[in-house]
């Protein structure tokens, strides 16, 4: 129900805005980094996890946006996963952030899939913030630094 009544109001308006450009890097404050590129409002790019000081998995990126909003499919290299982003472009202390909700599904093997799928999806959330010259936008906590 709540799905027709956003719909409802994104007909409501005055047609597609402009789509801002993401083009970039962006650091998570988990520690991965988003780098997108964009041709009119299609995206591609590359999903890079961390561990500490370490690259950890690297995704190949493909998505679209419209006006503010994006959303994002990763294919893990290694295969058997891919994991969706879809949120909203906004500014904190005047810093660009990306908010976005997240889920990963993974493969399983068929004789036990019928019976655990549930457990073959996550999901979760996490800021972006695209990154300035000379590095970082998170600290090492995971706190945005301003």
Request: no cysteine.
């Amino acid at each position: 129900m709540m799905h027709e009544k956003a719909i409802q109001l994104a007909h409501a308006s005055d047609g597609p805005p402009e789509t801002r450009d993401f083009t970039g890097k962006w650091d998570g404050q988990h520690g991965a980094i988003l780098d997108i590129r964009m041709n009119g409002s299609l995206i591609t790019g590359m999903f890079t996890t961390y561990e500490g000081t370490t690259r950890h998995h690297v995704a190949d990126l493909s998505g679209v946006a419209v006006g503010d909003l994006i959303s994002i499919n990763a294919l893990w290299r290694m295969g058997g996963s891919i994991t969706s982003w879809s949120g909203q472009y906004t500014e904190e202390e005047g810093r660009p952030m990306l908010k976005l909700m997240w889920r990963l599904i993974t493969e399983m093997a068929e004789p036990v899939e019928p019976k655990y799928y549930w457990m073959s999806s996550f999901g979760g959330a996490e800021d972006f913030v695209r990154q300035t010259e000379g590095g970082d936008a998170f600290g090492e906590e995971g706190h945005h630094v301003a």
